[in-house]
Nanobody, 128 residues
């Protein structure tokens, strides 16, 4: 499984960005069978959960810090997951990573250890 994250950049507080994560599913599995999540790693801090979208009807999960500002969605035809980020704040500055796994259980959706496949990361910098 290969993941390619893109869409990061330098923006001002209050601006919006949309990140994309293109997923090349492994043999024998379709994109739709993967739970896909976004994590971020601020400078000098540990990687933290941002949002996830599950299989099937695509129920979503968000970190409290981004709820109401960020929105995760998936386009199964394009095998791509998006993270729409609105009302960005300086504290959103981080390297953003997408992650995927076909066997994530509900209790591990927010856990870095629940995902076996990771993209390379894309930098998001929000200036005040």
């Amino acid at each position: 499984v290969q993941l390619q994250a893109s869409g990061g950049g330098l923006v001002q507080a209050g601006d919006s960005l949309r990140l994309s994560c293109a997923v090349s599913a492994g043999s024998g599995r379709s994109f739709g069978s993967y739970v896909v999540a976004w994590f971020r790693q601020p400078p000098g801090k540990e990687r933290e959960f941002v949002a996830a979208i599950r299989r099937g009807q695509g129920s979503t999960h968000y970190a409290d810090s981004v709820k109401g500002r960020f929105s995760i969605s998936r386009d199964n035809a394009k095998a791509t997951v998006y993270l729409q980020m609105n009302s960005l704040k300086p504290e959103d500055t981080a390297v953003y990573y997408c992650a995927a796994d076909a066997q994530v259980i509900l209790s591990s959706v927010r856990d870095v250890r629940g995902y076996g496949h990771w993209g390379q990361g894309t930098q998001v910098t929000v200036s005040s």
